[in-house]
């Protein structure tokens, strides 16, 4: 997920984005301790995509203010 693309959701959009990619983390890791995943990058960008999404909601909270 680019940047851009998280710039034009809404708050409420970015925050159900959030739930759903913390909730996809928790099955990778559980799936990757299991057995290997196919694609262990996985982990690596749903991490980062996690990242990027709360930064872009800490900077909308903060110009609120």
């Given amino acids: 997920m680019k940047n851009s693309e998280i710039k034009e959701l809404t708050t409420q959009e ?5 739930d759903a990619e913390r909730t996809a983390l928790t099955r990778f ?7 290997p995943l196919e694609n262990p990058l996985q982990i690596k960008e749903t991490r980062r995509n996690i990242a990027k999404l709360m930064t872009e909601l800490r900077q909308r909270q903060l110009t609120e203010k």
């Fill in 14 to 18: 970015i925050v159900e984005k959030l």
């Fill in 29 to 35: 890791n559980l799936n990757h301790a299991i057995s």
